[in-house]
């Protein structure tokens, strides 16, 4: 077996070996990408010395520029249309058998005339417009003949319906007799109108992507020298351009080995850094959990979590507003406490801010918004706190986001408002933290305070069935649950937790409930019939047989707790003391009179044992008086201090002190002395 101090040493190990692995793959996560090391915002002055430009570099366009340069083009784009010549010799030579009845010296001008604007309007081509093309927004198409293109009018070509159109007012105003015009009209002319301009997707498609391909990234350079931004100066939207541009351009020379090697580096010391920092807090404010491996990982496992949740909008390319980095924090916070989830917050947001693009907006966001949920949600015991810190946490963060784009830009437009869509994202994903505490509850071993509230309730089977097995105890367990709150609400520390706790420490009584003296009536004691060191096992039983139960009924480790340590590791007095006096030549086995223990580690389960036994005592005094409650308060945790009952808690003995004074106080008042109600005089018998 290693002695303490390997253990010690094997422990620290073992947390430079997680924090290690963390910081590994937190900086594998990390975009392997030089960071600009000027932080800017349109509106704002510079706040750096004079920036020259370092080298050439292109002044690159924005995405708005380049957006209204690709919709420019998408307007201007002429659909191409393939020229069909088989279907004008076949449509014209069947028009002209069709005129053919009608053909005779005095109209064959007309009809010759006739056959000739059919072949006009061929010629011009005719076109049916796909649905895609809207024709309000074509001003010229290019008809591809003999792998030859040429770009003409729109309004040169004929639509069906246009050419319908024109050939009928050729007949119209052919000279034909009126009679001969209605007869080529029956003719039906839609029978020889057939678009021979047919309309080639895949090579409009390619012609505009080529177009797109040849736009400009960039409208002008910089030169090495020129000066870009001088000191105070605002930061306006050319200026914005420029920086941009500079900082893009920087990017792009970092490829060498060497300078990527060095930017490890440097996220290595980042990432480092921030996880010290986390180490740090909770080393000087949290060592319990600190020092607790199964704390240790699972809040050194959130951190990680909480980063790989803050990379993902960086790598699947979700905006960043909508990735619900609170996620964690609001675990942390409920299952810990809020201190430790202000921890986490802090941290977790210096290295997910080097994922946004406004790192400065986002963490500020982040931090207010995180500050937020922790103080909203520091006592949660119902669902609807939850929904109501999660919409804090949504205004938070709009009206953080709007005061900075007030601040940067002046002005908000309709764009600047989907972001609010992809806040309310966020938030509605927050709400899932609910079902997800209790996985982690069951895993970790935690216990939230609404487990609490629900395992507190009087209806709970296991409390039921102690109030009918053993009223007395259930009694007795209502009074120390009330003594213990009371008294850990003065030293702090967690009253819900402390008085579920005390509901729950002795319902290993429910268990042969006659042998304590609290259920016992008419005078009846097992114990007259019983050995002094078979009593004793039966008071003792109490407690393997609660922690059974409490297995039995799935409650959480942290309320077998106090049934476990309510006794310590203390003897059974009473039985002890009767034996050692009738026989005290004989050698007694001290383990058959001493609890397994083991003794409190925490303030809560300290003041329940010594709620428990003031209670106890308390209720056999003969006279209760203030007086006679305070020397047996005093004596009964004096004597657990002197036995050493409270050496592994986290208890003081100013804390001690204090609860001390809240017992008397207490108990004072619930046995405090009533004044006898006088007599109904018999005015017959005077």
Same mark, same amino acid.
């Given at each position: 077996?290693?002695?303490?101090?390997?253990?010690?040493?094997?422990?620290?190990?073992?947390?430079?070996?997680?924090?290690?692995?963390?910081?590994?793959?937190?900086?594998?996560?990390?975009?392997?990408?030089?960071?600009?090391?000027?932080?800017?915002?349109?509106?704002?002055?510079?706040?750096?010395?004079?920036?020259?430009?370092?080298?050439?570099?292109?002044?690159?366009?924005?995405?708005?520029?380049?957006?209204?340069?690709?919709?420019?083009?998408?307007?201007?784009?002429?659909?191409?249309?393939?020229?069909?010549?088989?279907?004008?010799?076949?449509?014209?030579?069947?028009?002209?058998?069709?005129?053919?009845?009608?053909?005779?010296?005095?109209?064959?001008?007309?009809?010759?005339?006739?056959?000739?604007?059919?072949?006009?309007?061929?010629?011009?081509?005719?076109?049916?417009?796909?649905?895609?093309?809207?024709?309000?927004?074509?001003?010229?198409?290019?008809?591809?003949?003999?792998?030859?293109?040429?770009?003409?009018?729109?309004?040169?070509?004929?639509?069906?319906?246009?050419?319908?159109?024109?050939?009928?007012?050729? *007949?119209?105003?052919?000279?034909?007799?009126?009679?001969?015009?209605?007869?080529?009209?029956?003719?039906?002319?839609?029978?020889?109108?057939?678009?021979?301009?047919?309309?080639?997707?895949?090579? %409009?498609?390619?012609?505009?992507?080529?177009?797109?391909?040849?736009?400009?990234?960039?409208?002008?350079?910089?030169?090495?020298?020129?000066?870009?931004?001088?000191?105070?100066?605002?930061?306006?939207?050319?200026?914005?351009?420029?920086?941009?541009?500079?900082?893009?351009?920087?990017?792009?020379?970092?490829?060498?080995?060497?300078?990527?090697?060095? %930017?490890?580096?440097?996220?290595?010391?980042?990432?480092?850094?921030?996880?010290?920092?986390?180490?740090?807090?909770?080393?000087?404010?949290?060592?319990?959990?600190?020092?607790?491996?199964?704390?240790?990982?699972?809040?050194?496992?959130?951190?990680?979590?909480?980063?790989?949740?803050?990379?993902?909008?960086?790598?699947?390319?979700?905006?960043?507003?909508?990735?619900?980095?609170?996620?964690?924090?609001?675990?942390?916070?409920?299952?810990?406490?809020?201190?430790?989830?202000?921890?986490?917050?802090?941290?977790?947001?210096?290295?997910?801010?080097?994922?946004?693009?406004?790192?400065?907006?986002?963490?500020?966001?982040?931090?207010?918004?995180?500050?937020?949920?922790?103080?909203?949600?520091?006592?949660?015991?119902?669902?609807?706190?939850?929904?109501?810190? *999660?919409?804090?946490?949504?205004?938070?963060?709009?009206?953080?986001?709007?005061?900075?784009?007030?601040?940067?830009?002046?002005?908000?437009?309709?764009?600047?408002?989907?972001?609010?869509?992809?806040?309310?994202?966020?938030?509605?994903?927050? %709400?899932?933290?609910?079902?997800?505490?209790?996985?982690?509850?069951?895993?970790?071993?935690?216990?939230?305070?609404?487990?609490?509230?629900?395992?507190?309730?009087?209806?709970?089977?296991?409390?039921?069935?102690?109030?009918?097995?053993?009223?007395?105890?259930?009694?007795?367990?209502?009074?120390?649950?009330?003594?213990?709150?009371?008294?850990?609400?003065?030293?702090?520390?967690?009253?819900?937790?402390?008085? %579920?706790?005390?509901?729950?420490?002795?319902?290993?009584?429910?268990?042969?409930?006659?042998?304590?003296?609290?259920?016992?009536?008419?005078?009846?004691?097992?114990?007259?019939?019983?050995?002094?060191?078979?009593?004793?096992?039966?008071?003792?039983?109490?407690?393997?047989?609660?922690?059974?139960?409490?297995?039995?009924?799935?409650?959480?480790?942290? *309320? *077998?707790?106090?049934?476990?340590?309510?006794?310590?590791?203390?003897?059974?007095?009473?039985?002890?003391?009767?034996?050692?006096?009738?026989?005290?030549?004989?050698?007694?086995?001290?383990?058959?009179?001493?609890?397994?223990?083991?003794?409190?580690?925490?303030?809560?389960?300290?003041?329940?044992?010594?709620?428990?036994?003031?209670?106890?005592?308390?209720?056999?005094?003969?006279?209760?008086?203030?007086?006679?409650?305070?020397?047996?308060?005093?004596?009964?945790?004096?004597?657990?201090?002197?036995?050493?009952?409270?050496?592994?808690?986290?208890?003081?003995?100013?804390?001690?002190?204090?609860?001390?004074?809240?017992?008397?106080?207490?108990?004072?008042?619930?046995?405090?002395?009533?004044?006898?109600?006088?007599?109904?005089?018999?005015?017959?018998?005077?």
């Amino acid at each position: 077996m290693p002695d303490k101090k390997t253990k010690r040493r094997l422990n620290a190990l073992f947390r430079l070996l997680i924090m290690l692995v963390i910081c590994i793959i937190t900086v594998y996560l990390f975009p392997k990408v030089g960071s600009f090391q000027y932080e800017y915002q349109r509106g704002m002055s510079w706040r750096y010395e004079t920036l020259n430009a370092p080298f050439d570099f292109p002044i690159y366009k924005t995405e708005e520029e380049l957006q209204e340069e690709r919709g420019k083009l998408a307007a201007e784009q002429s659909p191409i249309f393939n020229l069909n010549n088989n279907i004008v010799k076949y449509q014209t030579n069947k028009f002209k058998t069709a005129l053919h009845p009608y053909e005779a010296p005095t109209t064959h001008v007309a009809l010759t005339q006739l056959i000739n604007k059919l072949q006009l309007i061929y010629e011009a081509g005719i076109l049916q417009l796909p649905e895609q093309l809207d024709a309000s927004k074509i001003k010229t198409i290019k008809i591809v003949e003999n792998n030859i293109g040429r770009t003409v009018d729109f309004k040169q070509v004929y639509t069906l319906k246009k050419a319908y159109a024109t050939l009928s007012e050729q *007949i119209n105003h052919s000279g034909l007799p009126e009679s001969m015009q209605e007869n080529i009209l029956s003719l039906n002319l839609n029978n020889y109108l057939q678009p021979n301009l047919e309309f080639d997707a895949s090579k %409009t498609s390619m012609e505009h992507l080529d177009r797109l391909k040849n736009i400009s990234l960039t409208q002008g350079m910089v030169q090495q020298g020129d000066v870009i931004i001088t000191k105070r100066d605002l930061v306006t939207p050319e200026k914005v351009k420029i920086l941009n541009s500079l900082k893009t351009e920087y990017q792009r020379n970092l490829g060498s080995t060497e300078m990527y090697m060095r %930017t490890i580096g440097g996220q290595f010391m980042l990432v480092m850094v921030a996880l010290m920092i986390f180490t740090i807090f909770f080393y000087y404010s949290k060592k319990r959990i600190f020092y607790n491996n199964r704390e240790f990982i699972f809040l050194y496992g959130l951190f990680l979590a909480t980063i790989v949740l803050g990379s993902l909008g960086y790598y699947q390319n979700f905006n960043m507003f909508a990735i619900p980095v609170l996620f964690f924090v609001i675990i942390v916070n409920i299952l810990i406490g809020s201190r430790s989830a202000l921890y986490l917050l802090l941290s977790s947001t210096l290295l997910i801010s080097y994922y946004a693009p406004n790192s400065y907006m986002f963490a500020f966001m982040q931090l207010s918004a995180g500050i937020v949920s922790i103080f909203s949600l520091s006592h949660l015991q119902r669902r609807s706190q939850l929904i109501l810190s *999660i919409f804090l946490v949504f205004i938070t963060y709009a009206l953080v986001y709007i005061a900075f784009i007030l601040t940067q830009e002046g002005e908000i437009r309709i764009t600047h408002l989907f972001a609010l869509i992809w806040l309310l994202i966020n938030c509605l994903l927050l %709400t899932l933290t609910y079902p997800v505490i209790y996985i982690f509850e069951r895993i970790f071993g935690y216990t939230s305070e609404i487990t609490l509230i629900e395992l507190s309730n009087p209806n709970h089977p296991a409390l039921r069935n102690l109030t009918k097995k053993a009223p007395g105890t259930f009694q007795h367990s209502l009074m120390v649950a009330n003594l213990a709150e009371e008294a850990i609400y003065h030293i702090g520390g967690d009253p819900l937790l402390t008085r %579920t706790g005390a509901l729950y420490h002795d319902i290993g009584k429910t268990f042969d409930p006659i042998f304590f003296i609290e259920n016992q009536s008419g005078g009846m004691n097992p114990h007259d019939q019983c050995d002094f060191d078979v009593s004793a096992q039966h008071i003792i039983n109490h407690v393997t047989k609660g922690i059974e139960l409490a297995k039995k009924y799935n409650l959480p480790e942290t *309320i *077998i707790n106090f049934i476990r340590t309510h006794h310590g590791k203390s003897k059974v007095k009473y039985f002890y003391n009767s034996f050692k006096n009738k026989y005290p030549d004989r050698e007694i086995d001290e383990s058959l009179f001493t609890y397994a223990g083991p003794d409190p580690v925490n303030r809560e389960c300290a003041v329940v044992m010594m709620a428990d036994a003031v209670e106890a005592v308390s209720r056999t005094l003969a006279v209760k008086t203030e007086e006679n409650i305070t020397k047996v308060v005093n004596d009964i945790i004096d004597g657990q201090l002197k036995d050493g009952r409270f050496a592994n808690a986290e208890i003081t003995f100013k804390d001690i002190a204090i609860v001390k004074r809240v017992f008397i106080e207490m108990l004072t008042n619930i046995y405090h002395s009533r004044i006898a109600y006088p007599k109904l005089e018999n005015k017959e018998e005077k």
